[in-house]
């Protein structure tokens, strides 16, 4: 099999996946003009050692040993141009694992190092059994010893008398006990040797300028500071085929608001209200979802637009302000995260609008898609995490990064048009920690160069709310069916009623789900008691996740087949999703995923 790998200075290229135990794999570079000759370095480690084998073609042959492992292989590709100065292009290529095939042949290496090691092992198990079994020995009150040349015991004439030593111990304060022949012991003073000196740390920082400067705390003489950013990049220009691609997605940009506005008037209703809106929907119902349609000021464009018209893509989540970790407020200043309080508990902190929508969509057409991530904080409190988590889903597959505070990190991928991209990002707030004026700016901008940081914001903004529309539903509450698919052997199919149909044997875990892939399908819930079912055993099972609305993780429910009921403390974003685990064998099952009010599960309803 080729991979292909597109070579560009500063950045890191993703190729497509291999198998472990895969052999004769290659990689085909372009992207940018190769010599005659330069070097490939391999390694299974990001900070190597790496092993250099010169190129003369641009199709690299992956060593077949860096594929046993089941680690990515990193490669780096090392040119000296006629100027005689040194690029370095670096190369992440995914590894699958699995288990060894039965026709697999073990490389040379792999052969010797397994034949040096049974030599070895032979060679130690023999020395250690002659050493146990011919150490000098009292037999009759005199000493004997191990003959080698006669293969036997001889005596040495010589009496064995007076206290001998029977053993020796080495004590946790690196004393050492002696215990003699006659029952008594004796423990000499310490042996380890005096402490060493004290090393010294060194902690660099890195200034909204891009200059990196050092402290340490043993008084020494720090390196000189360094400005580490590259030079201004182009501003973007949106082309005619932008503007296209950023209108077919106003629609699913404008969820969470049009979300939030809805589960307003759901939460704020009195009887009486409830009673108007059902006479209005023309019968009593079982359950509601009331919609409310944005009135957007346009500027002359024909199409609505989403949030986020400038280069920042990361927009804030909807549920700020908020209280969260049981103490900790997040407010949001200027666009910029705000954090006060004490944590009395932990959590991932969704920054961007996470539920009831998956992340901020990203626009892209098919080829090589750049994003870079880049971060800032001030008042850091002591102990906290130096860093945000960000990253994408792609097609529902996550692909997360820390990225430090002061830095930013250059991610690229290929793309298909139709390929589902939406960012995620999310930081930790710890247990213990209080955080005082705590500030946090993140951005996430399209290309390969991170810019100065500007708010998120919406070049066309809402500028009124046109009126309820009342969608009916019956029991169950999970209102819309996902999409279909075969994933690790099981092919899911998806019918009008929202049974869904399971075939095949699981090579892992298969499963389907809403949650990154179907926005439509996330249901808001208030709190309460609720029943989930459609399981059918231990390894076949229903299960049902989501976020409150305060941002904090419903960490699911499973149904393996009687039903399960659990109580919601809160309102919350919930999804459903169904689970084959590995071995399982699926013929023509048949899942009817049913979430319902109550401690009891009835039958199936669309």
């Not at 709190?527 to 976020?547: E, H, M, P």
């Amino acid at each position: 099999m080729t991979v292909k790998a597109i070579l560009r200075s500063g950045s890191v290229f993703r190729t497509a996946q291999l198998s472990q135990y895969d052999q004769g794999q290659m990689i085909h570079l372009s992207g940018v003009e190769l010599p005659a000759s330069y070097l490939a370095e391999f390694s299974n480690s990001e900070t190597g050692p790496a092993e250099q084998i010169t190129q003369t073609t641009d199709t690299v042959a992956v060593p077949d040993k860096y594929l046993t492992s089941g680690n990515p292989v990193y490669v780096w590709i090392v040119v000296v141009g006629e100027d005689e100065r040194t690029t370095r292009y670096e190369i992440i290529v995914p590894v699958k694992g699995r288990g060894e095939p039965d026709d697999y042949t073990p490389t040379p290496s792999e052969q010797t190092a397994i034949e040096v090691a049974i030599a070895a092992l032979n060679s130690a198990v023999e020395a250690a059994g002659v050493a146990i079994a011919h150490y000098p020995r009292i037999t009759d009150g005199v000493w004997q010893v191990w003959d080698v040349t006669a293969g036997e015991w001889i005596s040495t004439g010589v009496v064995a008398t007076g206290n001998g030593i029977a053993g020796a111990t080495l004590n946790q304060d690196y004393t050492l006990t002696l215990t003699f022949t006659n029952g008594e012991t004796y423990t000499t003073p310490s042996i380890r040797g005096a402490q060493g000196p004290q090393g010294v740390t060194f902690t660099p920082a890195v200034s909204s300028e891009g200059v990196i400067s050092w402290t340490n705390d043993g008084g020494k003489t720090n390196p000189q500071p360094v400005n580490i950013k590259g030079p201004q990049g182009d501003d973007y220009i949106l082309t005619a085929e932008d503007k296209a691609e950023i209108a077919q997605q106003a629609a699913e940009s404008l969820a969470p608001v049009l979300d939030e506005k809805a589960t307003a008037i759901h939460t704020s209703a009195g009887p009486s209200a409830i009673a108007s809106i059902s006479d209005a929907a023309a019968a009593p119902v079982d359950s509601l979802t009331v919609a409310i349609e944005p009135v957007q000021d346009l500027h002359g464009y024909d199409h609505p637009w989403p949030g986020g018209g400038n280069k920042n893509l990361l927009q804030p989540n909807v549920v700020i302000p908020t209280t969260i970790a049981g103490g900790v407020n997040v407010t949001l200043v200027d666009g910029v995260y705000v954090f006060n309080g004490t944590a009395t508990s932990g959590v991932n902190f969704n920054l961007d609008n996470w539920l009831p929508t998956p992340g901020n969509p990203v626009p892209h057409s098919a080829g090589t898609l750049n994003l870079c991530i880049s971060a800032q904080a001030e008042n850091v409190p002591t102990g906290q995490y130096a860093y945000i988590q960000s990253g994408y889903f792609l097609n529902g597959t996550p692909r997360q990064w820390n990225v430090s505070f002061g830095s930013n990190r250059l991610i690229s991928t290929e793309v298909e048009e139709s390929d589902v991209v939406y960012t995620r990002t999310y930081i930790n707030i710890l247990s213990g920690i209080t955080y005082n004026n705590f500030r946090v700016k993140v951005q996430i901008e399209i290309g390969n160069t991170a810019t100065a940081w500007t708010p998120y914001s919406n070049i066309c903004p809402i500028s009124g709310w046109t009126g309820a529309k009342v969608t009916r539903t019956g029991k169950n509450l999970i209102r819309t069916k996902v999409n279909g698919r075969t994933t690790a052997g099981i092919t899911f199919t998806v019918h009008e009623d929202g049974s869904v149909i399971a075939n095949g044997t699981a090579t892992g875990t298969a499963w389907l789900t809403s949650r990154l892939t179907d926005r439509n399908l996330l249901t808001f819930v208030k709190a309460g008691t609720y029943t989930v079912s459609g399981g059918k055993s231990a390894n076949i099972i229903c299960y049902l996740g989501g976020n409150y609305v305060d941002g904090s993780n419903i960490w699911g429910y499973y149904d393996k087949g009687t039903g399960v009921t659990f109580t919601l403390t809160k309102d919350a974003w919930v999804y459903p999703q169904i689970q084959v685990y590995a071995g399982q064998i699926c013929d023509n099952i048949v899942f009817n995923f049913q979430l319902e009010l109550g401690s009891t599960a009835t039958d199936y309803e669309p």
